[in-house]
């Protein structure tokens, strides 16, 4: 199985600042990486796949990178709405696995 | 538009079953491999299932690997999850979705059905 480590857990940024999220693969998932973003009692909304495009209506504001066993989330300028939980999620390999999470909380 | 609507989940024994179902709109259902994807409260996402657009494929993760087991109905647009032997752990809320078109990302969740494993 692969094992995805997100860090860091919690992000503490200020509205307007950029925020970068990391995700590590414990072997390589080429570009097979999606990430996603959850607020309280909703459910997840895909952001971007294939490591580095993003979903149908997602701002650019937020941004993909990485290959093989790193990748990055930026978020270039925090809004409001993007305080929430992010996920990446490998597609590479079964089982299909997450990250545990980055709490993206304001400052 | 689509739409992903679950329902069947509630509180259930340690070693009863539940079946939940899912069902499908706004898309072809039968073109599309479909998913179950769960949250235990408080907890991070887990992949449980998927099944191939046609019903003849399935995988698992191997928590549920032999007590639960995914199903669909094609002629409904109905994703099904019967899940047998429940234990404590399954307490979550259960996501069906779907996934982009060759990439086993869902760009479509249903809201959750919540299940609750307790005696």
């Known amino acids: 199985e692969i094992v995805v480590t997100q860090s860091p857990a919690t992000l503490s940024v200020s509205p307007g600042e950029r925020a970068t999220l990391s995700c590590r693969a414990s072997?390589?998932?080429?570009?097979?990486l999606a990430w996603y973003q959850q607020k309280p009692g909703q459910a997840p909304r895909l952001l971007i796949y294939g490591a580095s495009t993003r979903a149908t209506g997602i701002p650019a504001r937020f941004s993909g990178s990485g290959s093989g066993t790193e990748f990055t989330l930026t978020i270039s300028s925090l809004q409001s709405e993007d305080f929430a939980v992010y996920y990446c999620?490998?597609?590479?390999?079964?089982?299909?696995?997450f990250g545990g999470g980055t709490k993206v909380e304001i400052k | 538009q689509v739409q992903l609507v679950e329902s069947g989940g509630g509180v259930v024994q340690p070693g009863r079953s539940l079946r939940l179902s899912c069902v499908a709109s706004?898309?072809?259902?039968?073109?599309?491999?479909m998913n179950w994807v769960r949250q235990a409260p408080g907890k991070g996402l887990e992949w449980v299932a998927v099944?191939?657009?046609?019903?003849?494929?399935?995988q698992y993760a191997d928590s549920v690997k032999g007590r639960f087991t995914i199903s669909r109905d094609n002629s409904k647009n109905t994703l099904y999850l019967q899940m047998n032997s429940l234990r404590a752990e399954d307490t979550a809320v259960y996501y069906c979705?779907?996934?982009?078109?060759?990439?086993?990302?869902?760009?479509?969740w249903g809201q959750g059905s919540l299940v609750t494993v307790s005696s």
């Open positions: 979705a779907k996934p982009l078109r060759g990439a086993n990302s869902w760009d479509y």
């Open positions: 099944i191939s657009f046609d019903g003849s494929n399935e």
């Open positions: 999620q490998q597609y590479n390999n079964w089982p299909l696995t």
């Open positions: 072997q390589s998932v080429s570009s097979n």
């Open positions: 706004g898309f072809t259902f039968s073109n599309y491999g």
